[in-house]
């Protein structure tokens, strides 16, 4: 009977599992040009929307498919993060991306479970939203994501404006340890409802889902308070808001400068402003943010 040899095909795509395996993967891309979207899997809509962008302008999309244990300052949430694999690679290749890279600890840590010591300069980025609330959080993305990127050797590498804090960082690191990698900014990507797409959304609870697109709703009316009241009391204003929700509890609610994420006290501090929030439905931990100005 015939057997096609798919292997053959550009669109078969290969799923390494081993960094050996995707050396090999890495090295038949040649020197095409290579789009990589790094992801912890359990993959969703708004992954969708980065890999095909990144399908459509680079030769070849490897895609990484990796919980890092070294972000997670909290153990439940590690422990509880979604890992469906086997649909992740499904979904994945449906898109057109050449490579799945899905590592084992050892291959992106191999010196043990400690796992990296090092420790990043992210510029005082990582100072407020998300920094303070999360402590090593940042500095375990930067061990991963440069550990990554020295694997995978991408022209080009996708990230969502929803972790607009990471987005900033990754920027700032890229640029100064001299990576030859642009940066591709990718606008969030929501479920019709309003409610920012995120792995942890497959958490919720049915009412906790059918709360959650209230986040949105509440922060895009503060964009309507922009000039209209203090920066503060537009920020108390918008956490009650959220609050009335009796699902959600609001962790908090930040006006800040979008270029250098620090938070301000009046409408004319910066050019550009975004409300940054972070918001418990449960246990469950979503964060979101829209541009103010
Ligand atoms: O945004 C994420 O999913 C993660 O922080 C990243 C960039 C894949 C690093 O683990």
């Known amino acids: 009977m015939f057997a096609p040899d798919f292997s053959t095909f550009d669109q078969v795509m290969k799923v390494a599992k081993t960094l050996a395996d995707f050396e090999s993967a890495r090295k038949s891309l040649g020197d095409k040009t290579v789009g990589f979207v790094p992801t912890m899997g359990a993959l969703h809509e708004g992954h969708a929307s980065l890999i095909r962008r990144a399908v459509a302008e680079c030769d070849a999309v490897v895609v990484s498919d990796f919980v890092n244990p070294t ?30 890279f899905a590592p084992r600890v050892e291959d992106i840590y191999p010196a043990g479970t400690d796992y990296d010591q090092r420790i990043f300069d992210l510029g005082g980025l990582d100072q407020y939203g998300e920094g303070p609330r999360r402590p090593g959080h940042f500095n375990g993305m930067a061990q991963v994501v440069t550990r990554l990127f020295d694997i995978v050797r991408p022209d080009r590498a996708y990230f969502g404006e929803k972790d607009f804090q990471q987005l900033a960082i990754i920027e700032y690191f890229v640029k100064n340890l001299h990576y030859p990698i642009e940066i591709v900014r990718c606008p969030i990507a929501r479920a019709e409802d309003g409610l ?98």
């Open 71 to 100: 972000q997670f300052n909290n153990k439940t949430d590690f422990e509880t993060y979604p890992r469906i694999l086997d649909q992740d690679c499904a979904f994945v290749e449906a898109i057109g991306a050449a490579v799945l």
């Open 196 to 293: 920012a797409l995120s792995s942890r959304n497959k958490l919720l609870t049915p009412a906790q889902r059918a709360a959650a697109p209230h986040i949105y709703a509440c922060i895009r009316q503060t964009a309507n308070m922009v000039g209209k009241m203090p920066v503060a009391e537009a920020v108390r204003k918008t956490t009650e808001l959220i609050d009335a929700e009796p699902q959600l509890r609001t962790e908090y609610v930040e006006i800040i400068n979008s270029l250098n994420l620090r938070p301000v006290s009046s409408w004319d501090e910066a050019e550009h402003l975004r409300l940054t929030c972070a918001v418990y439905a449960g246990e469950v931990r979503l964060i979101d943010n829209i541009a103010l100005k």
